[in-house]
Nanobody, 128 residues
Framework: QVQLVESGGGLVQPGGSLRLSCAAS????????IGWFRQAPGKEREGVSC????????YYGDSVKGRFTISRDNAKNMVYLQMNSLKPEDTADYYC?????????????????????WGKGTLVNVSS
């Protein structure tokens, strides 16, 4: 059974850091395009960061460039999102997603959200 489970969300003060983790089961992340998406209350889903299968193409949304870093550990079948210098506007539900098919650019996956598998999300609340 294919599953993605996020963890690591929580309450953090502005300027702080969090690392989100995503554990995959039922398929291999090694052969998948991966991504992190977020959705704030009353807003549309946004592609935060995506990476192609071999990591040759990595996309970051303009609002997180220089602050967030996507990575993966193929041996553990895990994906991570390191978030630094967090701002109140980063508050949202964060979702991990994967797509084993295709060979498009990372921006394609993030902008279109064309992913086959989705986690249930983890809440990040940036507040003082």
């Amino acid at each position: 059974q294919v599953q993605l489970v996020e963890s690591g969300g929580g309450l953090v003060q502005p300027g702080g850091s969090l690392r989100l983790s995503c554990a995959a089961s039922g398929f291999s992340l090694s052969y998948s395009n991966i991504g992190w998406f977020r959705q704030a209350p009353g807003k549309e889903r946004e592609g935060v960061s995506c990476s192609t299968k071999n990591g040759g193409s990595i996309y970051y949304g303009d609002s997180v460039k220089g602050r967030f870093t996507i990575s993966r550990d193929n041996a553990k079948n895990m994906v991570y999102l390191q978030m630094n210098s967090l701002k109140p506007e980063d508050t949202a539900d964060y979702y991990c997603a994967a797509n084993p098919r295709g060979a498009y650019s990372s921006s394609y996956y993030c902008k279109l959200g064309n992913m086959d598998y989705w986690g249930k999300g983890t809440l990040v609340n940036v507040s003082s």
